[in-house]
């Protein structure tokens, strides 16, 4: 039985293509597959993992809030029941608020100072609100959130009341009010 050269040919094909499927690494495309899936996974675990960690830590400081809160309340009613009311010196008369809030602002750097505020008193009880509306009040942004920063942390018992700012021509321009509460003599 002679064979024809085309079938030689076919063989020989066969042959070289059974020889190529045993010389490419299978196994190692599979292994890498598998790596990757096992890998895929533990990413998503510690993604879980981490996710409900935040959540305890989220948690735990809520609750430490709580707890500082229950502290300073625990202290004022202690304070309260020895006859000492810690917001006394806080919320004392003070009649200096004008120049100390100009003060503030030349401190800020603000490059003109602002004019006199228009001020008003509420009273209620034995306390009295003094509210203090600048408007008006023109300078660079920087300046005048640096002047109102410098205001609160220096006087002592100074709300930020209200406040708007909008840009003007060359500069911003800033209405302010504050509030501050005092307890009547």
Excluded: C
């Excluded at 917001?87 to 602002?114: F, K, Y």
């Excluded at 023109?138 to 406040?163: K, Q, Y």
């Amino acid at each position: 039985m002679t064979t024809s050269p085309v079938d030689t040919r076919f063989d020989l094909a066969v042959a070289a293509a059974a020889h190529e499927r045993r010389a490419r690494p299978r196994y190692l495309l599979l292994l890498a597959l598998a790596a990757l899936v096992v890998a895929s996974i533990a990413a998503l675990m510690s993604l879980a993992s981490l996710a409900g960690a935040r959540e305890r830590v989220q948690n735990q400081r809520a609750q430490a809030g709580l707890v500082r809160d229950l502290v300073d309340e625990l202290r004022r009613l202690e304070a309260r029941s020895r006859g000492v009311n810690p917001q006394a010196e806080l919320h004392a008369r003070n009649p200096n608020i004008v120049s100390s809030l100009e003060t503030a602002a030349t401190r800020a750097g603000l490059t003109t100072p602002p004019r006199r505020p228009t001020t008003r008193s509420e009273d209620s009880g034995n306390i009295t609100d003094h509210y203090y509306r600048y408007t008006g009040v023109r300078d660079h942004p920087e300046a005048l959130m640096r002047w109102l920063e410098v205001a609160l942390a220096e006087i002592p018992g100074l709300e930020l009341w209200s406040i708007t700012l909008e840009p003007a021509a060359a500069d911003w321009k800033l209405d302010v009010e504050f509030r501050r509460w005092e307890f009547k003599p």
